[in-house]
């Protein structure tokens, strides 16, 4: 089993574009709108016979701006960090504040980036062997009229109102001939920091290695696993890992299981061989980042 990752460059940036972030072995797995205000300051003066009033003026009160769905009323959508979860895939995503969307695009003014999915690797359907779906990576795409995202190429999705959301995947497993559709239903929640950039691996047997995470601290991409697992049996190659909310990693599959919890800056974990003949099937870790990216 493989277990790997795409870049789907979907939706309102673009065709769509598939990309392998790594490949394993053979069984390897806003804040809110500012409110500024016209005040008027009262200031006392040292002179012995006058007061003035001098007025502070900011900028005028604004609110933010409204969604205006097909159906039912004009919503504000909370800002922030989206997650959902559906058959055990995760999905997640980001939701901004964008006012020049609504001057360039004509669209809401907002936008969502790091937009995460993950689907079906093989049949029967597995949550232990996935493809991360990297949607809106980097920059942020508008939201559009009625509150869409505007997706293509099997995806679709948007705002259902002010802490709803949904998301759709269309997947297909050409080597065993499965396929379906995945819907999520997004809420806010907040998410732990996890820092994007190179990061550094450690293992206990003394191995190292790089690592990116990516997507605003939800996927650690290409964690190469130890070379002397490969010749007794475990798994080798490299893993991509879905960082939860919470900054937590669980996978397990038919030879590995992985367990770890990320900070911003640091994570420490475990990584424990299934079956094989290899003396160590426990090897502990913890990595840290090197070089902050974004």
């Known amino acids: 089993m493989t277990l790997f990752a795409t870049i789907a460059l979907a939706g309102a940036l673009g065709p769509a574009a598939s990309i392998a972030l790594s490949r394993a072995g053979a069984t390897a797995a806003s804040a809110a709108l500012p409110h500024p205000t016209t005040t008027t300051a009262i200031t006392i003066t040292t002179t012995p016979t006058t007061t ?3 007025p502070t003026t900011t900028q005028p009160r604004t609110h933010p701006p409204e969604i205006t769905p097909q159906r ?3 919503y504000v959508p909370a800002l922030g960090d989206w997650e959902g979860t559906v058959n055990a895939y995760p999905a997640s995503f980001s939701l901004l504040s964008e006012p020049g969307f609504a001057r360039r695009f004509g669209s809401p003014a907002y936008g969502y980036q790091d937009l995460v999915l993950l689907v079906p690797d093989k049949c029967p359907p597995s949550a232990s062997n996935y493809l991360e779906n990297l949607l809106t990576v980097g920059q942020p795409s508008p ?3 009625h509150g869409s995202f505007g997706l293509t190429h099997g995806f679709e999705g948007g705002l259902a109102g002010a802490r709803s959301a949904s998301l759709a995947a269309h997947y297909h497993v050409s080597s065993g001939g499965c396929q379906g559709k995945l819907t999520w239903h997004m ?8 820092q994007d950039g190179t990061w550094r691996v450690q293992f ?3 191995e190292s290695g790089k690592f990116k995470v990516i997507a605003g601290g939800r996927v650690a991409a290409s964690i190469t696993l130890p070379t002397e697992l490969k010749p007794c049996g475990g798994p080798f190659g490299a893993i991509d890992l879905f ?3 919470s900054g937590t990693v669980n996978v397990t599959q038919l030879s590995l299981r992985v367990s770890a919890s990320f900070s911003r800056a640091r994570a420490t974990g475990q990584l424990s061989i299934i079956g094989g003949t290899c003396s160590d099937n426990r090897f502990p870790l913890s990595a840290k980042l090197q070089r902050p990216g974004t």
């Open 204 to 206: 206990s047997d003394g």
């Open 72 to 74: 039912g009323k004009p």
């Open 243 to 245: 960082i939860g909310p």
């Open 143 to 145: 939201v559009r009229r």
């Open 52 to 54: 003035t009033t001098r």
């Open 187 to 194: 809420r806010p929640a907040k998410r732990r920091v996890v």
